[in-house]
């Protein structure tokens, strides 16, 4: 199985819970704060991961990436930590209109 099969699911599932909380208010403020979030960690990402495959803690074969590179790291690698920043802030929207009704029964 190549990198890029591995990733679908992810963003698949990432796009359908963010798609789910699109009524939600709040929605163009934490897709806003999800792409700022996205953008710094492309960014770490860029600078660690590289830095991490120079010194030869890991390698990807040629064969299993897409063969699209920032750097020496290949582009799938940048799939996660930017479904992180839509999916964890999806997720808790979701869940938290599961917990509102017992929070807004506190004093």
């Given at each position: 199985?190549?990198?890029?099969?591995?990733?679908?699911?992810?963003?698949?599932?990432t796009a359908v819970v963010t798609l789910l909380t699109a009524r939600r208010p709040g929605f163009?403020?934490?897709?806003?704060a999800s792409a700022i979030a996205a953008g710094l960690l492309v960014v770490l990402t860029a600078v660690f991961?590289?830095?991490m495959i120079a010194a030869g803690l890991f390698t990807y074969p040629a064969s299993l990436i897409s063969g699209v590179r920032i750097g020496l790291a290949p582009i799938e690698d940048f799939a996660y930590p930017v479904c992180a920043a839509f999916l964890v802030p999806s997720v808790y929207t979701l869940l938290g209109a599961a917990r509102s009704p017992r929070q807004e029964a506190r004093p």
């Open positions: 199985m190549t990198y890029p099969l591995i990733v679908l699911p992810f963003v698949a599932i163009a403020r934490r897709m806003t991961d590289n830095l």
